[in-house]
């Protein structure tokens, strides 16, 4: 799954660490999703909407089309 996750973070300033620490998560974890080697808990993904203040769909993006 394709994300924006570290742009957001970067627009901010933010490390993965600092990041990390606003979700109750490790840095790993930040890194492993922003990889894309992880995809987050619908929870976690939630929890990162309401940070950025955005929907989740334009944090996540499946690469599927959508009509």
């Known amino acids: 799954m394709e994300n924006r ?6 627009e901010r300033g933010w ?3 600092e990041l990390g620490g606003r979700l109750d998560v490790s840095r790993q974890a930040v890194n492993a999703i922003e ?3 992880h ?12 940070l950025f203040a ?3 769909e334009e944090i996540f ?3 599927g089309k959508h009509d």
């Open 15 to 17: 490390s993965q660490a």
């Open 54 to 56: 955005q929907p989740i």
């Open 35 to 37: 990889t894309g080697k």
């Open 61 to 63: 993006n499946d690469g």
């Open 39 to 50: 995809d987050p808990s619908l929870p976690l993904a939630f929890k990162l909407a309401r």
């Open 5 to 10: 996750l570290r742009i957001l973070r970067a």
